[in-house]
């Protein structure tokens, strides 16, 4: 018991270390945003491939999701006759939850990961140092462009993966549990409220911000070589996938208070 105890001590002072860090991190990141200069072929790069580079996991994740969502709900909505009401539940489900945090774990999964990997190599192979020696901070030239292009790019990935996965519900309510097509839109229409939308909208913008914040944080953060650069790109796809539930869990909390629900 005492080994235990122990341990979980040791991975609960980890923990809030990590968490010191990484806010840390952050705080020398937000001062930097708007603080010249401005790599602007950085920041058209990084959108690019953080971004551009996701749309097509975003499409295949909002199809199979809201597909797989309208099957799992039909046979409970037909039995008490709410079949009709297919659109609303697959909005409602997507727009507020399911397509951000969707969206923010598949990004997360891809790009805080190769964040991670592209930092911690150059840091590696010295190039860090490099930079600093020719008078370029690093933090603004590797860090800012990853945390604006993300910001800008989160929203409309979770708009595409929203739009995708309520067109795959649609076509398992029109092919399979035969909903009216008019029926279908028109309850989507419904459920498009501006409440509905400043949840489901609103998060994607702080996701993007922890995925690019955690990737970052720990390509600086690695040690030891290729080996820590494996370490730290494991270690930033869990934490940043993990910081995406909480912040989802207590943002929802939050806006649902502001608007009174």
């Known amino acids: 018991m005492a080994s235990v105890a122990l341990a979980v001590n040791e991975r609960l002072k980890k923990m809030v270390f990590e968490a010191q860090g990484i806010t840390a991190f952050a705080g020398k990141v937000f001062a930097k945003v708007f603080a010249p200069p401005f790599y602007w072929r950085d920041l058209y790069e990084q959108i690019h491939f953080l971004g551009i580079g996701s749309v097509y996991l975003c499409v295949f994740t909002g199809i199979f999701a809201g597909q797989a969502m309208a099957l799992q709900f039909s046979k409970e909505m037909a039995e008490f006759g709410a079949k009709d009401y297919m659109g609303r539940i697959i909005t409602l489900a997507n727009v507020r939850a399911l397509g951000p945090v ?27 140092d490099a930079l600093i020696s020719f008078g370029t901070d690093p933090i603004k030239k590797l860090a800012v462009p990853r945390l604006l292009a993300l910001f800008l790019m989160m929203p409309i990935l979770t708009i595409l993966t929203d739009t995708i996965a309520i067109i795959g519900g649609w076509i398992v309510s029109h092919f399979i549990v035969h909903v009216s097509d008019a029926l279908y839109w028109t309850n989507v229409k419904q459920k498009l409220t501006y409440g509905n939308l400043l949840v489901g909208m609103t998060k994607p913008f702080f996701f993007g911000i922890i995925i690019a914040i955690v990737g970052c944080y720990k390509g600086f953060s690695s040690e030891g070589g290729t080996r820590g650069v494996g370490q730290a790109t494991r270690e930033a796809v869990v934490v940043s996938s993990i910081s995406i539930l909480v912040a989802e869990f207590m943002m929802t909390k939050g806006l649902f208070a502001i608007l009174g629900w």
């Open 102 to 128: 969707l969206t923010g774990l598949m990004v997360a999964a891809r790009v805080s990961s190769g964040i991670a990997a592209e930092i911690g190599s150059m840091k590696a192979s010295n190039q860090i």
